[in-house]
């Protein structure tokens, strides 16, 4: 690591406020200065690189054009945001990023109010900035809402839904499209920008007002054919038809890295009566860092790096990652089967599916961040006879789950559906985590629900479900490494709703689902010390459920605890509905569901996330001697 880079402009300043005071010529300084401090933060804490990287001068300029906080910017995705943070008061805290107690990933309303939004899924930005640009019509308030929206978030349909409204606001409303890597953008050199800044101008936007106004007394038929020739001409120079259909008045491309092009439209943008505006800018990921431009990915996500050689701190090894377990099983059991398919959502990599890619090129399909389109593609390879697995991050398909219950459930469709990122995230916090996808999957009718406890039970799990086809599957797995226990050579196909006992006992019955297990047994042997006799059951499925192994459990244990990474409603909520129905706490069973809090948990190392919710082994050990009425002088000496 190097000793922090020489800021001398960047020290002057803490707010947007200070920036504005600067002359325009001293913010390419300023810009090199805020990239600099930005690669050796991220260096030390890891984090998202390569977009930041690519929008500094794009920050720079939208806070020395525009007047925020009044008027309100809104990160899309959120994750690029790294810049705008350290220019607005939180450079003293930019080396906390994604630690416990530390700056979130992305943007954040309660850390800041220059976050009037925050985001960590992508396509909200214009919606919510919308929003924010009509409120302020409507109170007469003089605050534009700013979208900066990247290429990839573009692709979801709610982008499409908010600019096909946008008009409401006028020219309140101002979305920056950040093109990194479309192919939608011309050279952009100096004559892109010299028309960038004509058609932004007060003169240009005047002139066809005027032009507008006084067609618009001549016929219909002579009114709109002039308004398209005039479409037409400016989108054959410019690009931008599109969006013009839309609603929108198109400016651009123009170079996110010039700041002598960017300042001046902003400001004609600013400035103007039309709107609203869509200002296309065309950026590099990863701009001047050399490591993360020569990056495939750009340097998108990083662990601790070295500034000066970008190598990235290695892991120790050991068991591979789930994601890669998935991936490598489902590619080599397409091998056998050409039904097999792989969707993802732009996570390729993230899910597994990139390694099932390599493989089966023709079989895997990445249908970018549209995640409802996604399911529904599913669903008709499914109906087609296909066997397609929609490799999806458990937030992520809560945006489809009205695919999931009209195309998919109630079709019984035989769609599977690994989802990856399931229970608690670490870094990412509570808008990855994976905290509700048992309770909204398990409370559908047809669907089958399963969790694996480890990277070999994942094996099994993605095989059992290529395997069934009689209506929709789902298997959850955790962010991160496997336990470390040994993959099978040849999978097992498991009976649908049969759980395991992996360890025998008479007074106490642990019941888990997913990756608790392993605490589960922790807290086994911590039991067995102080002479609990206990069990330890995987019950592998959410749903259906394994009745007869649950009521055995139930009739021969005086405690019954349920395990689970995620939010009420799940595996105990259904286990307790079981026990209510054939009335087996009648004889003075004692029951206990333990699950994820009913609070959206920041940002940690995982282990004490995991302790924060409550689900770690000394937590399993307290909630059976509570329920034995054990006094709080046990309960203390387990926890030591």
Sequence with gaps: MTNTPDTPLLDTVDTPHDLRKLDQAQLRQLSDELRAEMIDAV????????????????TVAIHYVFNTPEDRLVWDVGHQA???????????????????????????????????????????????????????????????????????AM?????????????????????????????????????????????????????RNLASRLSKKLSRKVH??????????????????????????????????????????????RDSEQGPVLVHVVTTKGKGYAPAENSADKYHGVAKFDVVTGEQKKSAGGPPAYQNVFGDTLAKLAETDDRICAITAAMPSGTGVDRFAKAHPDRAFDVGI??????????????????PFAAIYSTFLQRAFDQVVHDVAIQNLPVRFAIDRAGLVGADGATHAGSFDITYLATLPNFVVMAAADEAELVHMTYTAAEYDDGPIAFRYPRGSGVGVDLPETPEKLEIGKGRVVREGSKVAILSLGTRLHEALKAADQLEAKGLSTTVADLRFAKPLDTALIEKLMRSHEVVVTVEEGAIGGLGAHVLTLASDEGLTDGGLKVRTMRLPDVFQDHDDPTKQ??????????????????????????????A
Excluded: C, W
Aim: no cysteine.
């Design 224 to 269: 709109s054919g002039l308004e398209k020739a005039e479409e037409y001409a400016r989108g054959m120079v410019t690009g931008g038809t599109l969006f013009e259909e839309l609603g929108f008045y198109y400016v651009g491309p123009i170079d996110g890295h010039n700041l002598d092009h960017l300042i001046p439209v902003l400001e004609n943008v």
């Design 610 to 639: 995991y302790d924060e919710a409550g689900l770690n082994a000394p937590h399993i050990v307290e909630t059976v001697l509570k329920a034995l009425r054990h006094n709080s002088a046990g309960i203390e000496e387990v926890r």
């Design 370 to 387: 549209a995640e409802q389109h996604g399911v529904t593609f599913a669903a008709g390879l499914a109906a087609e006879g296909m066997r």
């Design 43 to 58: 260096g030390s804490t890891g984090g998202h690189l390569g977009s930041g990287l690519g929008v500094v001068e794009l």
């Design 82 to 152: 790294y810049p705008h943070k350290i220019i607005t008061g939180r450079r003293d805290r930019i080396r906390t990023l994604r630690q416990g107690g530390g700056l979130s990933g992305f943007t954040k309303r309660t850390e800041s109010e220059y976050d009037p939004f925050g985001a960590a899924h992508s396509s909200t930005s214009i919606s919510a900035a919308l929003g924010f640009a009509v409120a302020n019509k409507l109170r007469g308030r003089p605050g534009k809402g700013i979208a900066v929206i990247g290429d990839g």
């Design 155 to 207: 692709s979801a349909g709610m982008a499409y839904e908010a600019m096909n409204n946008a008009e409401q606001a006028g020219n309140r409303l101002v979305v920056i499209l950040n093109d990194n890597d479309m192919s939608i953008a011309p050279p952009v050199g100096g004559l892109s920008a010299y028309l960038a800044r004509m058609v932004s101008s007060s003169e240009y936007l005047g002139l």
